[in-house]
């Protein structure tokens, strides 16, 4: 038996001004199924996040590059 789903979430590949989002948000409401589209404000939350991942992200990469000798 399959689960039921009561909601989908959408991220975008980069933040975008709302004026540039409204026909993406439109073109989301005429899709069959859709109750409503509600946009999401980015905040300092956020960029925290992005930045605390970006920078663990990047120390693993310089790990692999320049592994740390063992004794």
Do not use: C
Not at 46 to 62: C, D, F, P, T, Y
Request: hydrophobic share 40%.
């Amino acid at each position: 038996m399959s689960d039921r789903l009561n909601g989908l979430t959408v991220v975008l590949e980069q933040d975008i001004r709302e004026e540039e989002a409204r026909p993406l948000i439109d073109a989301i409401k005429q899709m069959r199924g859709v109750l409503n589209v509600q946009p999401l404000v980015a905040n300092f939350e956020i960029h925290l996040a992005e930045s605390r991942v970006r920078r663990e992200l990047g120390q693993k990469l310089w790990d692999v590059l320049y592994p740390k000798k063992q004794p």
